[in-house]
């Protein structure tokens, strides 16, 4: 059974840091995992997705150069680590697979999904 759990949210100042976490379970981590985030009102967007050969796609211009996405498949987690958290990035973070070996920034591409966790950045 294909799992995601995702850890590591939580309320910063403006200007802090954050790594979230995803485990993977019931898979390797040999398919594409991709973030997303939701912010209250707003649909969910791709904030960016890593490949087993460790190809990386960004889709959030203002969040390149601050948040960058991990692999380590001998713990079958995915990072996101986030600096210079501002308070447009406010939302809930998920992780997701559709155990393929692409990164797709639509979330209908992807069938499975963790529950997320809240990241809420102060001002």
């Known amino acids: 059974q294909v799992q995601l759990a995702e850890s590591g949210g939580g309320l910063v100042q403006s200007g802090g840091s954050l790594r979230l976490s995803c485990a993977a379970s019931?898979?390797?981590?040999?398919?594409?995992i991709a973030w997303f985030r939701q912010a209250p009102g707003k649909e969910r967007e791709a904030v960016s997705c890593?490949?087993?050969?460790?190809?990386?796609?960004d889709y959030i211009d203002s969040a390149k150069g601050r948040f960058a996405i991990s692999r380590d498949s001998g713990q079958n987690t995915v990072y996101l680590q986030m600096k210079d958290l501002e308070s447009d990035d406010t939302a809930v973070y998920y992780c997701?697979?559709?155990?393929?070996?692409?990164?797709?920034?639509?979330?209908?591409?992807?069938?499975?999904w963790g529950r997320g966790t809240q990241v809420t950045v102060s001002s």
């Open positions: 019931g898979f390797s981590l040999s398919y594409a």
């Open positions: 890593i490949t087993s050969g460790n190809r990386i796609t």
């Open positions: 997701a697979t559709d155990r393929t070996f692409s990164c797709s920034d639509r979330p209908d591409d992807y069938k499975h």
